[in-house]
């Protein structure tokens, strides 16, 4: 028995950590059904990423359920720490990525283009999910309809996750880019100053009348930059 038992100090009827979602989720029926799927493919064994955002939450709980239904061991890399704590509290074991490949991975997307680029980073865990995007032999985006657009760009802002030191230059850099029409400072909620990202960076978020294939490049090379969340040249399935 754990200290928090024996004084019993935790309400029943308090959610779990790690349950817990920081607003309303968009679309729920749909993520739900999505989330099933997804974690009907898991096999014994297997070493799976986990992205971010909603639909990667409810994935990951989904997950928890197929794990128990099933007794299946499996390990999961989570790409932020909410991830990380839902993993904790459905009872699925996360790790690090580095000692091997992952088998597959899941994450969900802000937007999806014709040319099956990606807009990602809403959530602010941009840097972590390229990390397994890229560390993953298989990857399933899984985004309903409502994130299909006919241009990148469309409603999201495109993230770019920067080096605090580096950010008044980075910022002043953006602004010379073409297509750039706003750079804002994403500010925290619940805390003052900016969003600070498990990677301890702070993010722009970049409104763009156009991306085109340079633009990734251009941002990259810019002082500071670590990642942005323009997602392309990646082979992945998409769940819808
Ligand atoms: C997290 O940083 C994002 O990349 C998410 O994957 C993306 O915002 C999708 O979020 P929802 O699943 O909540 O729509």
Redesign the pocket.
Known sequence: MNSAQEKSIIPASQEPLGLQWSGEI?NRAT?EELATRVAARAKDGEVIGA??????FLTVQALGRRAESDALTISVVPTSIEIAMACRAVGLTTVNGLAKRIDWCF????EVDPQGRLL???????YR?RVVFEASNNILVVADDSKSVERLGENFAVPVEVEAQWLEHAYNELYQLDHVASVKLRMAVGKDGPVITESGRVLLDVSMTLIDDDDEAQILAIAGVCCT?IFSGFTFERIS
Do not use: M, N, P, Y
Not at 51 to 56: C, D, H, K, M
Not at 120 to 126: D, I, S, T
């Open positions: 968009s993520k992205g971010s955002g909603s639909t990667a994450d969900g997307a802000d990602k980073g809403r959530g602010g865990a941009l999910e969340g």
